[in-house]
């Protein structure tokens, strides 16, 4: 599955994307580097900053754990690297502590580490986004994923991910839908084909609470939703999903995922190509108001 709903190797970084001439590269040596992991990385040198500045500050993991709000249980992970802080516990422990400001100076960088390592550039472009396209043909985007709907997609990811891995990841799925309310608002456009909205993925509750989201979102000024009937004849998406991301500063950038690869491209000529692909797309699918009238029957409420 893709980043909406399954996992794929590590992409290049943008600059290293375009330092290929083609603005395309696949990476070869498929499996996680381990810095790429909770428990080594930037996650750890957080961890030991950490540890250091409780125990200089004098405080046991109990005391330091109430003033922060968080468990002594939850004090230990985050020293041993094995779970990554959240930007709020980072801030609290920052100001409790007296740091100075060292721990915040961490938290962008930490930040991105609560991504597989596949998705934090995607991540970090997405986030500055004014604008994205995505075509959605095996699960829900993950911009749109109720929590229940995007745990279950975790739970069945095989081989197995660890509880808390899918805490992590589940947490941060849910940070990314802060593009949704922030200003100002990037226009956003997805085209999902009509039998991921009837894949009953978490059970038939989470899916109807999944298109009850859909819904809701759809209701943005920023945000048209389309729905490609299975139906149709007609289908210049037969190449699989793909995003494309419009910068702040006037780029396109393509974003794909397919089994184990995951690539940015910048090339004009790539760019062109799939820009005509969803523009087809979209004069295919339903229109955006169609759309929304189409999950309404699914949900039965028309």
Not at 68 to 91: H, K, L, V, W
Not at 218 to 246: C, K, S, W, Y
């Amino acid at each position: 599955m893709n980043w909406a709903g399954e996992a794929v190797e590590p992409m290049e970084s943008v600059e290293s994307v375009e330092q290929q001439g083609e603005g395309e590269r696949e990476r070869e040596d498929a499996g996680p580097r381990p810095e790429d992991e909770p428990g080594s990385g930037v996650v750890t040198a957080f961890g030991r900053q950490l540890k250091l500045l409780r125990v200089r500050a004098g405080l046991e993991r109990p005391e330091f754990g109430k003033l922060t709000g968080y468990a002594a249980q939850s004090i230990a992970s985050f020293e041993q690297g094995r779970r990554i802080p959240p930007p709020r516990f980072i801030d609290r422990a920052d100001e409790v502590l007296d740091a100075g400001g060292v721990l915040k100076a961490l938290k962008e960088e930490v930040g991105r580490a609560q991504y597989p390592a596949f998705f934090r550039d995607m991540a970090r472009l997405e986030a500055g986004a004014v604008g994205l396209s995505v075509y959605a043909a095996l699960a829900v985007p993950g911009l749109l994923q109720t929590e229940e709907y995007a745990g279950a997609v975790f739970r069945m990811q095989r081989p197995l991910l660890d509880d808390d891995v899918i805490e992590q990841r589940l947490v941060a799925r849910m940070a990314r839908q802060d593009i949704f309310t922030r200003r100002s608002a990037p226009l956003l456009s997805f085209v999902i084909e009509e039998v991921v909205l009837r894949k009953p993925i978490g059970g038939r509750a989470a899916l109807r609470g999944q298109l009850e989201q859909i819904l809701l979102v759809g209701q943005n000024r920023n945000v048209e939703i389309q729905v490609m009937p299975t139906d149709r004849e007609d289908h210049a998406g037969l190449g699989g999903p793909f995003n494309l991301i419009d910068t702040a500063e006037g780029r396109r950038i393509a974003y794909t995922e397919v089994q184990d690869d995951s690539r940015l491209y910048t090339s004009a000529g790539k760019i062109r190509e799939l820009e005509a692909r969803y523009g087809i797309l979209r004069s295919q699918a339903l229109t955006p108001r169609e759309s929304l009238d189409f999950i309404e029957e699914l949900l039965g409420v028309k």
